[in-house]
């Protein structure tokens, strides 16, 4: 595989958190699209602002910019992540991502 090639296939997901009939806030699903991405290293500078911020950064991607249509968080490989910081850097844009508690069976009209 060539260095700067996709590798990683994620969902953007754009959610609204909505208060379901017996109350309890639930997720729904604006919106979903699927995307190819670069996955690549945290760099150290990056690694120490998280721990200095208390966010933990579990991936970083990058994916072309006009693909990313502000969305909040990511399902890769079924596992639901919040992006935490968007970098725009040319044509890419660079996604760090937290993993989220996030499920996707508590996501309404989630597939």
């Known amino acids: ?34 995307v190819l991405g670069i996955n690549f290293s945290i760099r150290s500078s990056e690694y120490y602002e998280s721990k200095r911020s208390d966010i ?6 990058k994916i072309q910019g ?17 992006i935490e910081r968007t970098y725009q850097i040319g044509q890419f844009i660079e996604l760090y991502l937290n993993r989220s508690n996030i499920r996707k069976r508590d996501i309404i009209d989630y597939i």
């Open 56 to 61: 933990k950064i579990d991936i970083a991607l």
């Open 66 to 82: 006009f693909l990313y249509d502000n969305s909040k968080y990511a399902d890769i490989a079924g596992v639901i992540y919040k």
């Open 1 to 34: 595989m060539y260095p700067n090639s996709p590798n990683v296939r994620l969902k953007l997901l754009r959610m609204e958190l909505i208060q379901n009939s017996i109350g309890s806030a639930i997720y729904q699903l604006q919106n979903a699209k699927e």
